[in-house]
């Protein structure tokens, strides 16, 4: 599976942003699927998980600002991202695999990663 990311850009501070994030090679219906985000200077992070049935899972910062989505026939990965704010900034990156492994980071297959910058 090869994955894409797009949608990253500059924002201010409350703006929105959506990601995609587009496969080829294989069917994303096979797949859990994942966002992750890598701050300058720190870590790789989860962000949310969705599973192939929908079901999904938010880090605490995220929640009720970021939705996970997908679009099986699209074969895309989406995240709507409202009321953006400076500790968002990052470079955010998908990811396909199991749900549990996704929920640890480690996912089977990563994407390229597309910046995010949220101006205050």
């Known amino acids: 599976v090869q994955l894409q990311a797009s949608g990253g850009g500059l924002v201010q501070a409350g703006g929105s942003l959506r990601l995609s994030c587009a496969a080829s090679?294989?069917?994303?219906?096979?797949?859990?699927m994942g966002w992750y985000r890598q701050a300058p200077g720190t870590q790789r992070k989860l962000v949310a998980v969705?599973?192939?049935?929908?079901?999904?899972n938010y880090v605490d910062s995220v929640k009720g600002r970021f939705t996970i989505s997908r679009d099986n026939a699209k074969n895309t990965l989406y995240l709507q991202m409202n009321n953006l704010q400076p500790e968002d900034t990052a470079v955010y990156y998908c990811?396909?695999?199991?749900?549990?492994?996704?929920?640890?980071?480690?996912?089977?297959?990563w994407g390229t990663g597309t910046q995010v910058t949220v101006s205050s």
């Open positions: 990811s396909a695999g199991f749900f549990a492994a996704l929920l640890g980071g480690d996912g089977t297959y």
């Open positions: 969705i599973s192939s049935g929908g079901s999904t």
């Open positions: 090679g294989r069917p994303l219906s096979n797949y859990d």
